[in-house]
Each structure stands twice: as structure tokens, then as C-alpha cells.
């Protein structure tokens, strides 16, 4: 089946420790997103891409890294730098800016 | 940058009413999407409307785009306990590039038998 697949589900970080989030798509879309959920709250963009090797930052890059080596993946590194990390992170994709189509999203908890 | 708002932020309504959402954005947009994202879930596409004061039907959901391109507002006719969820619009700046969508901070629906 065609889709985003995001994993881990949820991760328990410890403070000072980077935490990698991958996000695979078998879509073919040119375009990947990461955005950040809190608790009742909208969805903040973190980085996109629009093609591999290239990424922008959004609204709240500080702390965050990532990479697009490859069309179909878009991992997220959340670095010790990010000093409230608790969240619900969701990653998505489109092709030619039209629908975004989003993965389950993973929860991560720093413990 | 860009901003899309979203009123009201929590809806709480009694099964059978009516419930209307409304989405404005600080700029033009080429297009406005909806999406629903229910408790624990991800957001998932409802519909995208493009054209300047179109209105589109799904169901009991109807979507308007203002003439503008800088509104948009959801109605659902007669709420159903399967209609909760947090529902989201979302939107590409028009002088900007169509793949950088801001999302509104969504209104919470709560339908209560």
C-alpha cells in the first residue's frame, strides 16, 4: 500500500541525548514536511524539502536537524538543543503542491 | 510571515446542531485546504477549494472560500458524535511557493449525545 510510514510510534528520550525520527514515503512526491503538535494546539512546520538534497527551515527549526539523501526519506534528529522536545511529531508529503498526505506521527516524551 | 487564524479555538455543541468554523489568513491564498484530525489521529484531507468565492458540498460538511481568497469557513448541518475532531484549514500564500502551507490552529469539536 501506498503511504508515509513514521517510526518509532513513541520514543522516551533523556535530556542531553539527540533522538533520530524517521519518516519513509512510497508516494513519489517531491515534497516532505515535518510539523510539530502540542497538546490542543496546531500544527507548527518544522523543515521541508521540495527535492532531495535540499531543505528549508520553518517556523521552529532551532534544535532540529535533517537530511534528504533520498526522495522517498526524510529523517529528523532532535538534538539536545531543543529544550522542550515533548511533542507529537507528524511528517507529510505532496506532489505539486497539492494535498498533504500525513503519517501517524510519533510521540516523543523526554524522561 | 504568514498567518492563518481560526475561530473558534473549542466547540462544544449537543448532537443534531449545526457547527460553523472560520479561517482567515494575514494574506491571499492561491488555494485553502481542510483537513480532520481526530483524538489521537492524524490529520486527514477533506477538500481543497481554488476559486475565488467557490463552495463545495460533502455530505453535511459544506466549504466556502471567500471572494477575497483570504477566508474560508466550514459548516457541518446536523453534527453526528463521528463529526468530533480538531478541524484545520491550510493554506499556500499566493506570492509564495504552493508546497509551503500554514495551517490554522484548528477548532476542537465536541459533540455530546
Known amino acids: 500500500d501506498g503511504g508515509i510510514t513514521q517510526s518509532p510510534k513513541y520514543l522516551f528520550r533523556k535530556e542531553g541525548q539527540n533522538v533520530t525520527l524517521s519518516c519513509e514515503q512510497n508516494?513519489?512526491?517531491?515534497?516532505m514536511y515535518w510539523y510539530r503538535q502540542d497538546p490542543g494546539q496546531g500544527l507548527r512546520l518544522i523543515y521541508y524539502?521540495?527535492?532531495?538534497?535540499?531543505?528549508q527551515k520553518g517556523d521552529i527549526a532551532e534544535g532540529y536537524s535533517v537530511s534528504r539523501e533520498k526522495k522517498e526519506s526524510f529523517p529528523l534528529t532532535v538534538t539536545s538543543a531543543q529544550k522542550n522536545p515533548t511533542a507529537f511529531y507528524l511528517c507529510?508529503?505532496?506532489?505539486?503542491?497539492?494535498?498533504?498526505?500525513f503519517g501517524e506521527g510519533s510521540w516523543l516524551t523526554v524522561v | 510571515g504568514q498567518q492563518v487564524m481560526q475561530i473558534p479555538q473549542y466547540q462544544h455543541v449537543q448532537e443534531g446542531e449545526d457547527f460553523t468554523t472560520y479561517c482567515n489568513s494575514s494574506?491571499?491564498?492561491?488555494?485553502i485546504q481542510w483537513y480532520k484530525q481526530r483524538p489521537g489521529g492524524h490529520p486527514v484531507f477533506l477538500i481543497q477549494?481554488?476559486?475565488?468565492?467557490e463552495v463545495k458540498k460533502q455530505k453535511r460538511l459544506t466549504f466556502q472560500f471567500g471572494e477575497a481568497k483570504k477566508n474560508s469557513s466550514l459548516h457541518i448541518t446536523a453534527t453526528q458524535t463521528t463529526d468530533v475532531g480538531t478541524y484545520f484549514c491550510a493554506g499556500p500564500e499566493a506570492s509564495g511557493s504552493a508546497r509551503q502551507l500554514t495551517f490554522g490552529s484548528g477548532t476542537q469539536l465536541t459533540v455530546l449525545p
Open positions: 508516494l513519489n512526491h517531491d515534497a
Open positions: 494574506t491571499t491564498l492561491s488555494n
Open positions: 477549494l481554488v476559486k475565488s468565492g
Open positions: 524539502s521540495q527535492i532531495v538534497n535540499d531543505f
Open positions: 507529510a508529503s505532496t506532489w505539486a503542491g497539492n494535498t498533504i498526505y
